[in-house]
């Protein structure tokens, strides 16, 4: 299973405060990444949360569909957003060549180390050819929980760098080591990662 059910109950219960906190702006990443899509492309947005970033890549003309594993969430974003956002889990994902990106801020960081491969399966046959793929991670050594009772696989750099060659035909466009805070208030490592797909 690639959604833990606890974290899930999370922001289940807490999906007015946690769209109060980081609802209000789209990620400072997704402008960057929408300018290499082709104008007017397909994007996918695994765990779209309130539906920020997706109701910016709709206004930025592309076709959006918006998923996240919490019901509550999928509701936040489609009364905020307004975007047709849908229930849908990583190991959920079944579509073939069907879109031009695919955006997963912070969010791929809950699935379990032992998930990552053949979600990364999924999104790799459901890009197109020349299609890319952003995440974003809460670097660390090893899955834990946070202070809240959140799942979060925690990688390493290097690990994560051994999962993303094992996918062929990926190529790492970019990588961005920074600090950030969280829900938590915790301050920690985090990379973004940018592939394109041959």
């Known amino acids: ?22 609802g209000q702006a789209h990620s400072y990443q997704l402008d960057p990444f929408l300018d290499r899509l082709p104008p007017g492309g397909s994007v996918l947005e695994l765990g779209c949360g309130g539906g920020q970033d997706a109701g910016r890549i709709k206004a930025r003309g592309f076709t959006v569909d918006a998923t996240d594993a919490t019901p509550a969430m999928v509701a936040k974003a489609k009364e905020r957003w307004n975007v047709d956002a849908r229930v849908m889990a990583f190991d959920q994902l079944e579509a073939e060549a069907a ?5 997963a801020h912070a969010s791929l960081l809950h699935c379990p180390r032992d998930t990552l491969p053949d979600v990364f399966a999924r999104i790799d046959r459901a890009l197109r050819a020349g299609g890319w793929f952003f ?3 809460k670097l660390g050594e090893e899955e834990a929980r946070d202070a809240l009772g959140r799942f979060y696989n925690f990688p390493s750099a290097d690990w994560l760098s051994a999962q993303y060659d094992a996918i062929r035909g ?9 600090q950030a805070g969280g829900f938590d208030n915790v301050e920690r490592d985090w990379i973004d990662i940018i592939v394109r797909k041959a």
């Open 1 to 22: 299973m690639s959604t833990d059910p606890d974290t899930i109950a999370f922001y289940q219960a807490r999906a007015p405060h946690y769209v109060l906190k980081f």
């Open 99 to 103: 879109y031009d990106g695919i955006w």
């Open 135 to 137: 995440a974003s991670y």
């Open 170 to 178: 990926w190529q790492v466009v970019e990588t961005r080591h920074y």
